[in-house]
């Protein structure tokens, strides 16, 4: 039996992420000099493996994360269920634990398994996965693609992981997120495991 190979990426590093504010779906922001610097190792340490095709989402820092494969000539397609959750009204703004209660008090909600909870004007776990589904099945109606690049979001990742490996979107905070860190996952026509959690060895002289 053959084995999907699924390369997943978060983007890398925006002003943004250095200055934490929050970019959700709303802000289509590009990768800094460090994000740059990541993208660039992240190709070079995996430009030889033969993926089939790239998948990013709608929004510009992941097809700016991907750019060296893309100049390679590899088949390119973009899906709106690959962008990262809305935040609603607080997308483009700064959020610490003193400065937002709703904010936190959402994701307390999450942990809590009240995945419908979202912030005013932004999108809830569940809706995330309900438009990530379309974009699930797609990409296994393609048994001929053996090896995809999927590069998307930290929220909206932690969102899919927990759809392809069966968890409740309660427990998504286990799967930690770092920009342009790996995850690898096989896929046997039945069951995705993960080969590799975070991997960011790749990352190391980009710092």
Known sequence: ????????????QTDFNVRGIVQGSGVDSSLNESGRRQA?????AYRHVPFAKVYTSLLRRTHESVAGFLELGLPHEQHGGL???SWGTREGTRITPEEDEEYHGVLQDWRAGRTASCLTGGESPEQVAARQRP???LLLSRPEE????VCMHGRAMR???CQLLGYPL????HFEHRNLGLYELDYTGSLFTVRSFLDTRHLHDAE
């Open 146 to 149: 053996e090896t995809v690049l």
């Open 1 to 12: 039996m053959s084995v999907k190979k699924i390369y997943l990426i978060r983007h890398g």
């Open 159 to 161: 969102v899919l992981l």
């Open 83 to 85: 962008n990262e959750i």
């Open 40 to 44: 660039a190792r992240f190709f070079a």
């Open 170 to 173: 309660s427990q998504m905070e």
């Open 135 to 137: 974009f699930i099945e």
